[in-house]
């Protein structure tokens, strides 16, 4: 391939939200001259949530790429914890002409000091967590600050991507993978956003996920110790 | 596990369109009681589209499933010429409960005769098909006629779990797990169907799949010989 194709890596990881990796994957790799790659540790295939098997095509060491784009999942914990990983990412994300996030990728993102000072989102039941790795929380569906764009939880990920595909490949180009992946999507019980919900559905989950969700402040406060001085 | 949990099997085969299958996966699996698993031939790994390999967790031929969900791909008219593989999943869709496919998966459901007489739909560049194998194409997101449930392109699956969800465990249930996966999408270009798109865009795409479309015809119709005396 030649050395104009855009390199998108997607990273995956044990844990991995599959839908969360593959929902970007599926949109970017159908436009012209790019090329995806799934990148694990090792180039190791990876377990993700529900038991699914993804097999990489690359290794996170090894990767260089012009689009970052980082997925999330109960595994986000976990590779929080390996500050190797996260180094990975820093190194990657810092030579890259975009940085993206899906859902909680956006913490990984953040431990790697790729968000101090961004605006940026994340699942809704981690937006408070982001002020933790110095970045500006907003609750919108996609969010573009200069070169990071970070989404929402799990789905978002495919309206990210249609976002990130125009950027790259142009408006034209991201109708017709808007077309061929037929996004004119119905929700049929309007119950996908803390505004839709009712408030007893967001407490119930956020009170099932505390204890996830306060490992990873304290993870998170750990890596932000990490930081250098401010950035800019 | 009990024998009570719904057992969920979501196919997976060479050229599967990564997004058809884990879209719904990645719903579904988050249904309380609930064991998704996925099945190829033999229980091997699928190169699935754009190079992504998924593990599966199952053989095809040792499923016994409440839930059967087909998704579609390039890789359908390979499995299409293969039998075998085809009556494997008439053997487990008719013992199931739900009967699902996702984008061109009806057309392998139409080809194990599982949705003659039936209304159904698929990916819009292959509704024309759907005759072919006896079924009755309607051109909406999801269909749901009587067990068989079926949905238009690629992202269509996941508005197809969430109906399915709702069916297998209430509206209630089903609205958690769209706030999970926070499905409040926002396509950002609205292109997302042959209704929004402009007509040169849909036309191009057509010219573009001629070749493959028409092999498509030629293996349902193969396919449709099979068949014996009309149903019902």
């Given amino acids: 391939m030649g050395e104009d194709r855009i390199r998108i890596a997607v990273a995956a990881f044990d844990g991995v939200t599959p839908l969360d990796a593959v929902g970007p994957l599926d949109v970017l790799a159908r436009l012209p ?11 190791r295939p990876v377990r993700a949530e529900f038991g699914l098997e993804l097999g990489p095509g690359a290794a996170l ?18 590779f929080l914890a390996d500050a190797a990983a996260v180094d990975l990412l820093a190194r990657i994300g810092g030579q890259a002409r975009w940085v993206a996030s899906v859902c909680t990728g956006a ?8 968000l101090r000072g961004y605006r940026a989102t994340t699942h809704w039941l981690s937006l408070d967590l982001l002020p933790v790795v110095e970045a500006i929380p907003v609750e919108e569906r996609v969010v573009v600050d200069r070169n990071r ?5 799990v789905t978002a990920g495919i309206d990210l991507a249609l976002r990130l595909a125009a ?22 019980f309007g119950a996908g956003s803390t505004r839709t919900a009712g408030p007893g559905e967001a407490a119930a989950l ?16 750990a890596a932000a110790e990490r930081f250098g001085p401010a950035p800019g």
Avoid: F
């Fill in 33 to 43: 001259a790019v090329t995806v790659v799934l990148a694990s540790r090792g180039g």
């Fill in 61 to 78: 060491e090894e990767v260089a790429a012009d689009v970052l784009c980082v997925p999330g999942g109960p595994g986000v914990n976990r």
């Fill in 107 to 114: 913490l990984l993102l953040g431990a790697a000091g790729l």
């Fill in 149 to 153: 764009i970070t989404s929402a939880g």
């Fill in 167 to 188: 950027e790259l490949s142009g408006v034209e180009a991201a109708r017709r993978v808007g077309l061929l992946v037929e996004y004119d999507p119905a929700p049929p």
């Fill in 206 to 221: 956020r009170e099932e996920r505390t204890a996830l969700q306060l490992e990873r402040r304290r993870l998170l406060a």
